[in-house]
């Protein structure tokens, strides 16, 4: 009789040890996953930044370009052919769409040379361009594209159609804004009264 309880002693003391490592292997794992996930998470949040870091240059740049174009900086309409720089500025009598075949395949060329007005915001601090990437970098200088749209029947506003783009710190990382922009002439009457 004490051979058998030594037996089933044996027996009992095996299966702890199974089942433990069992429990170890299922921690392991579950483990291993949690860290896979945090890195994963890491990568989305650091796509998001870069995502979120180009489409501020580009809305920059249209800001920009909006700015521009209410202080009468135009100074006629051109058939534009390369870059300019936001000093001079261009509004463009060809639509960025007859330029270029995908207005979202950045950056915009005519032939092999790049097209539009490059706007390096200076204010607070200086844009960091740097087509190395790195913190705080971004790949290329923003650039903005003003097309000519006409004027309206009562001759009283000129639409703008203007499209910006803008990158995170790589080439991979761009934003495409566009948006139509009117200016508005006002009559004044300065020999009325009030």
């Known amino acids: 009789m004490i051979a058998r309880r030594r037996q089933f002693g044996s027996t009992q003391r095996g299966m702890v040890l199974i089942t433990a490592l069992l429990m170890l292997i299922i921690v392991t794992i579950l483990a291993v996953g949690m860290f896979r996930s ?15 870091r180009a489409l501020s240059a580009a809305e920059t740049a249209e800001q920009y370009a909006e700015y521009w174009l209410s202080n009468g900086s135009s100074t006629g309409n051109v058939t534009c052919t390369g870059l300019v720089a936001s000093t001079v500025g261009q509004v463009c009598t060809n639509t960025l769409p007859t330029v270029v075949a995908n207005v979202a395949q950045v950056p915009w060329q005519i032939g092999a040379v790049p097209v539009g007005v490059t706007y390096a915001p200076s204010l607070p601090t200086p844009m960091n361009i740097s087509t190395a990437g790195g913190a705080g970098n971004y790949y290329a200088t923003p650039v903005f594209y003003i097309s000519y749209l006409g004027i309206s029947g009562n001759g009283l506003q000129t639409y703008y159609q203007i499209d910006a783009v803008g990158y995170g710190g790589s080439p991979d990382t761009a934003a495409v804004v566009e948006s139509t922009y009117m200016v508005q002439q006002s009559n004044v009457c300065l020999s009325c009264s009030q």
């Open 38 to 52: 945090f890195g994963l998470d890491e990568k989305i949040a650091g796509n998001v930044r870069e995502k979120q």
